[in-house]
């Protein structure tokens, strides 16, 4: 005799689905378990890792290209200090016949004879009938921190 045949003869209920194919547990098949359920796919782990890695790829070149641009501005600084150091020092050997004052702006003059400078409050176009003395080389302003910048 068959099961369905015993269950009718003993009025019990005999469940018609196989036990090895339902679960207690339906949210953690890794397929729908109903025809109305929303479809479940696998993520596609290629993809994604292919998806990251490009992200990755961009921000890190953002960035690198940020600190190359720092690094470009840092060298640019470094080389205008540089210059005004190797200027500074050229002045302060130079001849200067007066104290000068922070933020005015002066006249550096190359003597021909000597091979050296000389430091003046008078321009190139403010000589008049008075003789430069040498070749006018650059207008400079004394800095607040004792160094000079051409102007």
């Known amino acids: ?7 009718a003869k003993d009025n019990t209920f ?4 196989d036990p090895d194919t339902i ?8 397929y729908a378990h109903t025809v109305g359920s929303a479809v479940v796919r696998p993520d ?3 993809k994604n890792k292919s998806r ?3 992200a990755m790829q961009q921000q890190t070149d953002m960035q690198l290209n940020q600190i190359k641009e720092q690094i470009e501005l840092l060298a ?7 210059k005004r150091k190797q200027l500074s020092e050229m002045i302060y050997q130079s001849k200067i016949g007066f104290k000068p004052e922070i933020n005015h702006v002066y006249h550096l003059y190359e003597k021909d004879d000597e091979n050296t400078f000389v430091l003046s409050m008078i321009g190139p176009d403010e000589w008049g009938r008075s003789t430069m003395p040498g070749k006018f080389k650059h207008s400079v302003r004394l800095l ?3 160094t000079w910048d051409i102007i």
Do not use: F, G
Request: aromatic share 0%; glycine share 0%.
């Open 1 to 7: 005799m068959s099961e369905k045949e015993k269950a």
């Open 14 to 17: 005999v469940n018609p689905i």
């Open 23 to 30: 679960t207690d547990t339906p949210s953690t098949l890794p």
């Open 44 to 46: 596609d782990l290629k």
């Open 52 to 54: 990251s890695l490009s």
């Open 76 to 82: 640019k600084q470094a080389r205008k200090l540089e």
């Open 144 to 146: 607040a921190d004792h």
